[in-house]
């Protein structure tokens, strides 16, 4: 267990349909990311947060967007689901947000499924 | 530019040893990990060897790193049937955000 919680762990929902996704980092890490993986992308980094602000972009759509709260959790809000946005979400949290040896501690996933 | 590339799948007979391969593009990458993710589970980070290093031990696992062929390997002694799982290779590259680059996975199958 690395102690990042993501939910909900399964998502079926139709084109077109908005979801959010959770996560909750590791106690007293400040930072998360978001991936998104699938079988013809693999995994792809989609977003950062430190202490709430947003710190590096990746390969997130402009239909995805993502928040975090003074609580330090995060939020990753999918929009106008299209049968290509069906993968594997996962977040990560890190202490510090930067070094390379600040080490990336990953949720289980939430699976998406978008009929 | 970055790229990070592995075979898909290796399968190996329990007790063998496993070496999963990895190559990556860029000269200048600094930090170069090795992530497992077993099923229904996120990335585990296993290990990670510094540019500048050529080999890690750490009990079973064991990195090399060719600089020059841009060749990462690793090196897993005695596998057991709990070590399947799908391993993946990163990159991060120095000056910038510090967020890896990870190749596609190759899936370990440990046979009794």
């Known amino acids: 267990d690395s102690g990042v919680t993501q939910t909900p762990k399964h998502l079926i929902t139709a084109t077109g349909q908005r979801v959010t996704l959770r996560c909750s980092p590791r106690?007293?890490?400040?930072?998360v990311y978001w991936y998104q993986q699938s079988l013809d992308q693999g995994l792809q980094f989609l977003i950062q947060?430190?202490?709430?602000?947003?710190?590096a972009k990746g390969n997130i759509l402009e239909r995805f967007s993502a928040q975090q709260f003074p609580d330090l959790h995060s939020e990753l809000n999918l929009s106008s689901l299209e049968l290509g946005d069906s993968a594997l979400y996962f977040c990560?949290?890190?202490?510090?947000?930067?070094?390379?040896?600040?080490?990336?501690?990953f949720g289980p996933g939430t699976r998406l499924t978008v009929l | 530019g970055e790229d990070v590339e592995q075979s898909l799948f290796l399968s190996v007979r329990e007790g063998d040893s496993s070496v999963i391969n990895c190559t990556y593009t860029?000269?200048?990458?600094?930090?170069l990990y090795w992530y497992k993710q077993e099923p229904g589970a996120g990335l585990q980070l296993l290990t990670y060897?510094?540019?500048?290093?050529d080999m890690k031990q750490d009990q079973r696992l064991t990195v090399l790193l060719n600089k020059k062929d841009k060749h990462l390997s690793l090196r897993i002694a005695d596998t057991q049937t709990g070590d399947s799982a799908i391993y993946f290779c990163a990159e991060t590259l120095p000056g910038g955000s510090y967020i890896p680059t990870f190749g596609r996975g190759t899936s370990l199958i440990v046979h009794p």
């Open positions: 990560a949290s890190s202490a510090l947000g930067q070094g390379f040896e600040d080490t990336q501690y």
């Open positions: 947060y430190y202490n709430g602000e947003e710190r």
């Open positions: 106690s007293g890490d400040l930072s």
């Open positions: 060897i510094f540019s500048n290093m």
């Open positions: 860029d000269s200048s990458s600094t930090y």
